[in-house]
């Protein structure tokens, strides 16, 4: 198989010439470390028996990704695809759309106790004082700015990061990619965040705009022409710069604490190789490690949340003013809630991400094992 692959490298590349980026960037994913079980396959000796010069051939060595290897011709497509970076894109768009707008009267809550603290005091005074004025309707205010930019978000958030995932693994090399691969993690996270959020930027603007002014607007048709009309386009990316300032941070906490985690739960925690669980017990793992990075994401990316929660709701400020203005203690409003919110939210779209991968077939590698190359660089091998 080796033999094979090499004879036609020559050949693979003066076919790729003429393709387009994309195209090559599909080609190289295949050889990247995430996609583990094609790389576990000829690292472990699993194309051939494995012999020695001085005895006869012995049985093909087994490891953790065997299970995965075997199963990979049932794969609805290949890994680093563009069905697979598209469907990934979907999951996305299923995630957050749906698990942002489920949470949208916490998140009402959330954002008036950040922009006036005086009159509510508490989540729980947040939630009386919100039905008294605007009854059970009251609290599905800005669902539909929501359910469409968190939808966008999602689908940048999640298909770019695989996208960038795949890029930079592919730069550093096999070995520096298992090295640094927090790194990468960070990196590609950041990368993907960078373009959701501008996808978001204008939905954000006029949900805030809807859950934080009485009177100002109930529904989306209405908020935004009043929005463009007072301020023009900038109503809706002003809130672009703490949008980056709340959402990178916390996207590069979400993925690099999420994708570690699984990690050490398999390694730690989970009494059996990733192999050998059912989908459903890989689910269980993904839902709580997706809520232990949720925690995480909540405390780093909330100072930026509060700004940008005033900043839209005010014409005419700054972040600089915003911040200044509320003060330390200011920021951290509205902590609880969030904690609440962003645990129960990136737990949830963690596990539907993943189901959304069973249900299409799509690969999901194993954690990265270290190769075959660095062991023998380490002496961790004879």
Not at 337 to 356: C, E, K, N
Request: with cysteine; net charge positive.
């Amino acid at each position: 198989m080796l033999t094979t692959r090499e004879g036609h490298a020559s050949g693979d590349r003066e076919d790729i010439r003429p393709l387009k980026m994309y195209s090559s960037v599909v080609h190289l994913a295949r050889a990247n470390p995430f996609n583990a079980p094609h790389l576990q396959l000829v690292h472990d000796g699993l194309s051939a028996p494995s012999s020695s010069p001085t005895g006869p051939p012995g049985p093909p060595r087994r490891s953790r990704s065997l299970a995965a290897a075997a199963v990979e011709e049932q794969y609805s497509c290949d890994y680093g695809s563009g069905r697979f970076f598209i469907l990934c894109g979907l999951g996305g768009i299923i995630s957050c759309g749906t698990t942002h707008t489920a949470l949208v009267p916490l998140d009402l809550v959330k954002c008036r106790m950040q922009v006036d603290p005086q009159k509510y005091k508490g989540i729980f005074n947040g939630f009386s004082v919100t039905l008294k004025e605007d009854g059970v309707r009251g609290l599905a205010k800005g669902w539909a700015p929501t359910f469409i930019g968190y939808s966008m978000q999602g689908l940048c958030k999640f298909g770019f990061y695989e996208v960038f995932k795949v890029l930079y693994s592919n730069m550093l090399g096999e070995e520096n990619s298992y090295l640094w691969r927090t790194s990468l993690y960070l990196a590609a996270s950041a990368s993907a965040e960078f373009f959701a959020d501008i996808a978001l930027a204008p939905m954000e603007a006029a949900k805030v705009r809807i859950q934080t002014q009485p009177g100002y607007a109930n529904t989306l048709r209405d908020a935004a022409p009043k929005m463009y009309k007072e301020e023009g386009i900038k109503a809706f990316y002003k809130g672009v710069a703490p949008l980056w300032m709340r959402q990178i941070p916390y996207t590069m906490m979400k993925f690099a604490c999420f994708e570690r985690t699984v990690e050490a739960l398999y390694k730690f925690v989970v009494p059996k190789p990733r192999s050998e669980c059912t989908k459903a017990e890989q689910l269980v793992v993904t839902f709580v490690a997706g809520y232990i990075a949720g925690v995480f994401c909540a405390i780093v990316s909330h100072p930026a949340d509060s700004v940008v929660s005033v900043l839209n709701k005010e014409k005419g400020s700054s972040a600089s003013q915003v911040l200044q203005r509320l003060g330390f203690k200011g920021v951290w409003k509205g902590l609880f809630a969030r904690i609440i919110m962003i645990g129960t939210l990136t737990a949830l779209q963690w596990f539907i991400y993943d189901s959304v991968k069973v249900y299409f077939r799509l690969p999901r590698p194993p954690p990265p094992e270290m190769p075959e190359s660095l062991k023998k660089k380490l002496g961790l091998t004879q």
